[in-house]
């Protein structure tokens, strides 16, 4: 039986939920693809990037508490998540397509 995203340190229902519209439905899963790969499907199911959702991701997927992250450690993340930022630019859910969504308008991408 697969475990909830939510199981992950850090985690919760809020993210679980996220991560379930992006098509990662357990915490095996997402270990599995890991954090730049979990936060490319969040990103591309039109969820906003915010760099502490970001780094509490990874910290949570090293078992980590979210406010372990600092110094140099903190830097290179922040590399990373502008990177994938950068990358990710355009291929998401606009603004308009998110909220069409959520009203039940649109249909949901799978």
Known sequence: MPTPVSSIPN???????????????????????????????????????????????VM???????????G???AALRRRFDALKAEMKGKGRSELEAALDMLGVVERRR
């Open 60 to 70: 949570g997927l090293q078992g980590r508490p979210w406010n372990d992250c600092q």
């Open 72 to 74: 140099e450690e903190k």
């Open 11 to 57: 985690l919760g229902p809020a993210t679980e939920a996220a991560f379930a519209k992006a098509g990662v439905h357990s915490a095996e899963d997402l270990r599995a693809m890991g954090p730049d790969e979990g936060y490319r499907r969040l990103l591309a199911s039109g969820v906003a990037p915010h760099f502490i959702g970001y780094y509490v991701l």
